[in-house]
């Protein structure tokens, strides 16, 4: 399960670095289309418990309440005290490719004219995020194989 709760361990510990080209989770799909990966990453995020709160062209953002205590405490507002944890998507068609990146924050405020956004990466989320893109990726592989599926 995604585990952005986890960020207030995170904060206090070095941020998670992929080898990947942003350095951030991400993934490229292979013989695909954005409408096709927006689609499935939909599907996906809402399983884990998320609302999709930003439907662009080119990225998708999703959030949910964090439930840790100690994020609450560093992030939270008196506005709102429960910062939402956000996973914003960002997705390039290149050639028959698609990219697909990943950024983790926290919001504080959500939704609000003052909402204001901390970017975490604890290892944890960061390795959540990278295998649910990965999962995508041969999600969507295997569905566009013939006979299978």
Do not use: W
């Not at 080119?58 to 949910?64: C, G, H, P, T, V």
């Amino acid at each position: 399960m995604l585990t952005l709760a986890s960020c207030a361990l995170g904060a206090c510990s070095a941020p998670a670095h992929l080898d990947t080209s942003s350095g951030r989770p991400e993934v490229t799909i292979s013989r695909t289309t954005p409408n096709n990966v927006k689609a499935a990453v939909v599907r996906k995020m809402i399983d884990k418990g998320f609302q999709v709160t930003k439907d662009a062209q080119f990225e998708l953002a999703f959030d949910r309440p964090l439930d840790n205590k100690l994020v609450g405490a560093l992030l939270g507002s008196k506005v709102k005290g429960t910062p939402n944890g956000r996973i914003t998507y960002s997705i390039a068609q290149v050639g028959d490719d698609v990219r697909v990146v990943a950024d983790l924050a926290a919001i504080t405020n959500p939704g609000s004219a003052s909402e204001r956004s901390t970017d975490i990466n604890p290892p944890d989320a960061v390795h959540d995020v990278q295998s649910l893109l990965e999962d995508l990726r041969t999600e969507l592989f295997v569905a566009k194989r013939p006979g299978l599926r």
